[in-house]
C-alpha cells in the first residue's frame, strides 16, 4: 500500500453550485442590524460595499446557488484539489484512526481564499467596478483577492495586520507581484488609523482595525467596493466547494468521516469543509462529529460572548449576532494571523449555539509541534492557521491508539506555509510564548458593546 494515498477528482467533477446551510437549518439565524438605527437592514444599506449579485447570496434562501461559468473557468487552474490519506502519519503515531486531508494549498494563492476571491471579484467587475479594497491578517486574503483582481482587470488595495505584515515580508511582495497596492494597518491612510495610531503608535493591529480602514476607503470612493475574505455568509457560501469534493472523494476511499476537524478565525475553512457534512447530520445520513479548532490567545467560540457587536473596531459595518471578544479586542500578535479576528461568522456562531458543532481552544506551541511533525511524515509545511485543526486530529489519533477506536478523521489543511517560515523558525529556536487571552482584558473589551434590544 502507498505511504500515502491521493485522491483525485477530473474538471468533470467540479462543483457546478455552491451550497447554502442556511436552507436546511432548524431555526434561522438572527438578523443583521443597521449600526444606527438598530433595525434590520435591507439590501440598500449594503449597496455602497458590495454588488447586488452578493448581496443576494447573503441573504438567500435556496439550497443551490449555481457558480457563474467564468468563475469555474478560474476554479480549474487549480479545482477539484486533491484529498491525500495520512498513512505516514498515522504509522508515525501508532494509531488504528484514517486521517484524511482536503489540501487547499495548490491554488495560486497558497490557500483556500481564491475560492471566494474570484467570485468577488467577477461579480464586482460585472457591476463596472473599478477597485476593491480590503484587509488581511496572515496575508493570505490579501493575496488571493489580488490574484482574483488581476484576472477580472481591478484595481486592489489591500489593508495588513501590522503584526503579519512585519512578519511576513513575503506576502507584500506577492500581493504586489499581482498588480495590487499594500498598506501596513493602522495607517496614516484613513481617519480609522491615524486615530489608533494618535492613542498607540506601536499598535499591532487588528483585523477589526484594518477592516475599518478599507470600509472607509471603499465608502469614500464611488468607483470601489469592499471584499471579505471570511465571516459573511456569502463568503463561506463559495467555500463549500471544498466540502462537496470532499464529499465525493471520501466516498471514493470507501470512507466516512466519523470527526470532521478545522481551525476557524472568520469561520471561512472551516465552513467550507464542514457544512456539506453538517448537512449530511441533519438529514440524517451521517452522524460525524463536526469540532472546530480556535487559538487560546483569541478564544471567539470558547470564552466569547455571544451578542450584537460590531464587525470593524471603528463601528462602521452593521451590528451582527457572533460569537464575540469585543470590537476593539487587540490579541496578541501570535503566529496564526488569520485566526485573529475578535468575532466568529455570525451564521457559524448560530450553529454553535443551536449544538450542531463543538468548539475547543490550542496554544501556538502545540499548534507548531503539530505542524512539524505533519511536514516530517507527510511532507507538506502547513500554514500555522491549520496547525491548529491537526493538533486537535493528532490528540484524536492519539486517543484513538490507547482505545482501539478506528475513528475516520477528516480535517482541511487550508494553506502551505512557505511564507511563514519566520514562524517555524522562531518556534525551533525556542522563542514562542503560549499567549493565552487574559481574563480581566477579555470582561473589559466586553463592556464596550454596543447596546442593542432585540
Known sequence: MAERTKYLLDEEALPT???????????????????????????????????????????????????????RDVYRLWRPSPLYRARRLERALGTPARIYYKYEGTSPAGSHKPNTSVPQAWYNAEE?????????????????????????????????????YTQKPYRKAMIEAYGAT????PSERTEAGRKILADDPDSPGSLGIAISEAVEAAGS??????????????????????GQEA?????????????????TGGGSNFAGLAFPFLRENLAGR?????????????????????????????????LMKMHTLGHDFIPDPIHSGGLRYHAMSPLLSHIVEQGLIEAVAY????????????????????APEPTHALAACIDEALACKETGEEKVILTALCGHGHFDMNAYER???????????????????????????V
Request: glycine content about 6%.
Open 17 to 71: 453550485h455552491w451550497y447554502n446551510i442556511g436552507a436546511d437549518l432548524p431555526v434561522a439565524p438572527p438578523p443583521v442590524l443597521h449600526p444606527a438605527t438598530h433595525e434590520p437592514i435591507g439590501p440598500d444599506d449594503l449597496a455602497p460595499l458590495f454588488p447586488m449579485a452578493l448581496i443576494e447570496q447573503e441573504v438567500t434562501a435556496e439550497r443551490w446557488v449555481e457558480i457563474p461559468e467564468p468563475v
Open 128 to 164: 463596472g467596478v473599478e477597485r476593491l479594497a480590503t484587509e488581511t491578517g496572515a496575508g493570505q486574503w490579501g493575496s488571493a483577492l489580488a490574484f482574483a483582481c488581476s484576472q477580472f482587470d481591478l484595481d486592489c488595495e489591500v489593508w495588513q495586520v501590522r503584526a503579519s
Open 182 to 185: 499594500i498598506h501596513p494597518s
Open 221 to 242: 470612493d464611488p468607483d470601489c467596493r469592499y471584499a471579505l475574505g471570511s465571516v459573511l455568509s456569502h463568503v463561506l457560501l463559495h467555500q463549500t466547494v471544498i
Open 247 to 263: 464529499m465525493q472523494q471520501m466516498a471514493a476511499a470507501g470512507d466516512q468521516p466519523n470527526l470532521v476537524i478545522g481551525c
Open 286 to 318: 451521517l452522524d460525524a462529529v463536526i469540532r472546530a479548532v480556535e487559538p487560546t490567545a483569541c478564544p471567539t467560540l470558547t470564552r466569547g460572548v455571544y451578542a450584537y457587536d460590531y464587525g470593524d473596531t471603528a463601528g462602521l459595518t452593521p
Open 363 to 382: 496554544d501556538q506551541k502545540p499548534c507548531f509541534e503539530a505542524g512539524l511533525q505533519f511536514a516530517r511524515t507527510e511532507g507538506i509545511i502547513p
Open 427 to 453: 518556534y525551533l529556536a525556542g522563542e514562542l510564548v503560549d499567549r493565552p487571552y487574559p481574563q480581566a482584558q477579555m470582561d473589559e473589551a466586553l463592556t464596550r458593546l454596543p447596546r442593542v434590544d
